[in-house]
């Protein structure tokens, strides 16, 4: 993609509601644009970003054997009145009438309509396991949304249900749902830490809280170092719920039941959240099934989400430095730039547009920056908009034979030959 | 993908409200499931469907130089007010207010929040042209919703904007869409139709539909046959506008400007809508260029519509026969199912489970049907949700050495060797 075809309007400045490090950068970046009130537009670079975390959520779905389908946004009451949700969700469920009079509402979870697609078609025990997830739009009114994608009203969601015939197999089916997330979240470059959490309106027995560590974190977090040192090959989701962990109000250091040189203190953000609830909602909206012995019973449930469009923000507060972002590979919205810094000087340009043609034939998601600005402002836009790598052609270097090549996430630069500039990239993306 | 651990819900029945074929063949397959009037759930067969269409819909938008962005679903009413749609946009409109008594609304369509986009960020004539696009689930609120997904209230659509420094820059965007739009239809195997329409509510001076061909489509379509025979490698917009086309009641046989030997009449269904409205919205909502000499004008503007999910109906109604859904390659949910007709048997069961890996190995979607149900419910089931190729494992087959193999498409049989299942299939779908 060429930059100057291309859509990224950054800015120097940021609206003074921008709190926090993820939502000024965002803005700044030109990621995002807001439209109302913690209601986002979400401009080129920042979409890109978005998708590729989602994909990264799908595949990690799918190999655990979760179903994609798509629920619609709005929905009836009808349900949430059966399950006597209706009357429990607050004002943050956007409620309103079609014009038929039909009171109808802007969808914050699923768990209601998902039963009811399950109790629609499925009533053996033959036909479980099932895990049904979708990725979609979700709105929570909140009164004084902020920290931009990060609390926003309308928001983008993962989120799953497992249908199991008894208690155990469902927490079966929970375990392996607590190792995709850590296997989702290890794959974005972030260090989740899992807590025991409390199930709150979602109701049930058992729930646990993905935080992802971040130095401009929301919540404080206690918890055993070995929580850190997860393996994504061989992880045990039972011996890691054993694992000592802990937010702020919950950690008594008189209490606490790990040696002191093994807790480790860091700043935490939520990304995920599962829940076993039981048979909270398959009671309520009659999803039955028949054991062998012909007998009906409700289905164990659990659900599972992930905040889709958080993890945007929640990536940059894990990554970033004074000068902006700096994106993990497997999100990033390019894999590198070519910046182009004498757009008025021929060989600078062929042998950028000889580099550009070169990644793209390799199917390497390039942005080339053929911009006629400033240095300056090139290469700062480009630190902003935090390219994993930047191919740096300037004038100078050309003519001693060698191209800059700059690592955004540790900031090293190098000089390398002009000639092995496209190998030298291949191998460090690994292709 | 194993048809037994997979979600395909098929129906022997359909509601009394389904009228038309797509909408029978989409309940009756397990694609959709209706969630409350006229808003649907897209089970797994179908939102894969729905993938792959919005698929080919982007990768042609990215083709013809359109940069694909995200609006939100709920937009406030501020900019509907400055451009006066708020009032002239009836009842079909969703419209609510929230917790703080803000009036908002489901976007029905998005030329406001685009023009405002543009507007905060370019004003200079070098950064044109622009296209802008998104793929985003609108809302409609009709009063009798009918048809399944071809006239929901909840609805995919594509709908971009383009934005010129003149009327003759800004139809040369109109009709490098007008040539998008064609290929994008000729990729999943339709005929489009184009047809000079009325600009209606979103306004302007010239305007297309898009119709294609089916049987059982909703209009009459009367045109010129050349109409029937593009190229999409030497598509010339100018000279197809030029040609005859009209819908039923526009159409006056003693007026038709050509020969009858020329006329075409037949059925079709709209799938996407053209305009070019000038400086309409640019006007209103201020988006202001900034020409060569320093002078101000209000941006040229065209919007362009493709209903995504309504295309998975279109087609269905293209594509169908007496025992279900003929999927074309391009959108089918997968490319071939493996059909076990003896699961009991051991050489049909190791033969399909070898099949099925070598498909895997080749990257080719396929499904499984590993099911232990009746033959006849697994061919009519495989019929019915119309997967373009049919392998299938008999044990008789197996013992003279061959495998039956359908194409769904023509519905011929061919017995081909077991050894070279892999390679005929391959060839077929041309990897």
């Given at each position: 993609m060429k930059y100057s075809q291309y859509?990224?309007?950054?800015?120097k400045n940021f609206p003074s509601d921008a709190e926090i490090i993820s939502h000024k950068l965002m803005i700044r970046s030109g990621m995002i644009k807001q439209a109302s009130s913690g209601i986002y537009s979400w401009l080129p670079l920042g979409l890109k970003v978005l998708k590729k975390i989602e994909n990264i959520v799908r595949e990690e779905q799918n190999k655990a054997g979760a179903i994609e389908l798509l629920m619609p946004t709005i929905q009836s009451s009808d349900l949430w009145v059966q399950s006597g949700r209706y009357e429990d969700y607050g004002k943050e469920m956007l409620r309103f009438k079609d014009r038929s009079e039909r009171e109808m509402l802007y969808g914050p979870t699923n768990e209601e309509l998902i039963t009811n697609i399950f109790q629609s078609y499925i009533s053996s025990y033959k036909d479980l396991p099932k895990n049904l997830y979708h990725i979609q739009w979700k709105f929570r009114d909140e009164l004084r949304p902020r920290f931009g994608i990060m609390r926003g009203r309308e928001f983008l969601m993962k989120d799953n249900y497992s249908f199991d015939l008894d208690e155990s197999l469902a927490k079966k089916s929970y375990n392996n749902m607590f190792s995709a997330y850590i296997k989702t979240f290890l794959r974005m470059g972030l260090t989740p830490i899992t807590l025991r959490a409390e199930t709150g309106p979602i109701g049930g027995s058992l729930s646990h809280e993905f935080q992802i560590l971040a130095n401009t974190g929301e919540s404080t977090l206690y918890y055993d170092q070995e929580l850190e040192k997860i393996n994504p090959e061989t992880i045990n989701p039972e011996k890691l719920q054993t694992y000592y962990a802990a937010v702020d109000d919950q950690h008594d250091q008189n209490k606490c039941p790990i040696p002191k040189e093994n807790l480790k203190i860091s700043k935490g953000i939520e990304v995920g959240h599962i829940f076993y609830f039981g048979t909270k909602y398959s009671e309520k909206l009659n999803a039955l099934i028949q054991n062998k012995d012909g007998k009906k019973f409700p289905v164990h449930m659990g659900s599972y989400g992930i905040g889709v469009s958080r993890l945007v923000g929640a990536i940059i507060e894990a990554y970033h430095d004074e000068k902006g972002i700096k994106w993990p590979l497997s999100v990033a919205p390019f894999t590198l730039s070519i910046i182009n810094l004498m757009t008025d000087d021929k060989l600078c340009s062929e042998k950028s547009e000889f580099y550009y043609n070169k990644f793209i034939e390799n199917n390497i998601d390039v942005l080339f920056d053929d911009r006629n600005c400033s240095i300056g402002k090139k290469l700062s836009d480009n630190e902003l908009i935090g390219i994993p790598f930047q191919v740096i052609i300037g004038k100078r270097d050309l003519n001693e034979g060698v191209v800059e090549i700059k690592d955004r996430l540790n900031n090293l630069t190098e000089r390398i030959s002009a000639d092995n500039v496209v190998d030298y990239i291949l191998k460090k993306i690994k292709i």
């Open positions: 859509f990224i309007p950054t800015q």
